[in-house]
T-cell receptor, first 116, second 114 residues
Framework: DGGITQSPKYLFRKEGQNVTLSCEQNLNHDAMYWYRQDPGQGLRLIYY???????QKGDIAEGYSVSREKKESFPLTVTSAQKNPTAFYLC???????????????FGPGTRLTVT | AQTVTQSQPEMSVQEAETVTLSCTYDTSENNYYLFWYKQPPSRQMILVIRQEAYKQQNATENRFSVNFQKAAKSFSLKISDSQLGDTAMYFC???????????FGGGTRLMVKP
């Protein structure tokens, strides 16, 4: 099956610890994204990457870091500098714009991170 | 910068009836794309329908259709013959022309009642 996988589904950490969320896709998409969702709210963009070894900050990048060493993988690290890390994190991927046409993003199932 | 506003935090509809969810947006892009995503209790984001801003014809997808009013920057979603499985959060979103910035509204929680 083609799709996006995120693991684990639930993650618990103590305050002050860094934690890495996994995102893998086998859709052969060039672009990948990380979003944060807080209760009762929409999604906000943390980071995105359109090519291996390159990534750009989104609206709320502070306290987060990413890497893109492989096309299929885009892990997100939530560092101890992130003041309110407890949230639902969604990874997405898409084809790059082509011939003046942009394409929709496909989402993974998400990871619920709880930091206490 | 783009903004997306959904003014209805919650709505309900009787099964088999029709409901319309509202969305307004603002963007400085000449070309852009609009989407409605559904998020059921599983929290998986599912694409419902998309609309290219340069197309005048409103998009339809089975029971789902949009009313795209470009001048008013309005993009409402109409769900016909509502089903219990339509119960979910619905998010309106705007994608810029470069395809790298997808901005979401705050969502509308839709409850379909039997």
């Amino acid at each position: 099956d083609g799709g996006i996988t995120q693991s684990p589904k639930y993650l618990f950490r103590k305050e002050g610890q860094n934690v890495t969320l996994s995102c893998e896709q086998n859709l052969n998409h060039d672009a990948m994204y990380w979003y944060r969702q807080d209760p009762g709210q929409g999604l906000r963009l943390i980071y995105y990457s359109q090519i291996v070894n390159d990534f750009q900050k989104g609206d709320i990048a502070e306290g987060y870091s990413v890497s893109r060493e492989k096309k299929e993988s885009f892990p997100l690290t939530v560092t101890s500098a992130q003041k309110n890390p407890t949230a639902f994190y969604l990874c997405a991927s898409s084809t790059l714009p082509r011939d003046r046409v942009s394409y929709e993003q496909y989402f993974g199932p998400g990871t619920r991170l709880t930091v206490t | 910068a783009q903004t997306v506003t959904q003014s209805q935090p919650e709505m309900s509809v009787q099964e088999a009836e029709t409901v319309t969810l509202s969305c307004t947006y603002d963007t400085s892009e000449n070309n852009y794309y609009l989407f409605w995503y559904k998020q059921p209790p599983s929290r998986q984001m599912i694409l419902v329908i998309r609309q290219e801003a340069y197309k005048q014809q409103n998009a339809t997808e089975n029971r789902f259709s949009v009313n795209f009013q470009k001048a008013a920057k309005s993009f409402s979603l109409k769900i016909s013959d509502s089903q219990l499985g339509d119960t979910a959060m619905y998010f309106c979103a705007c994608l810029n022309n470069a395809g790298n910035m997808l901005t979401f509204g705050g969502g509308t929680r839709l409850m379909v009642k039997p």
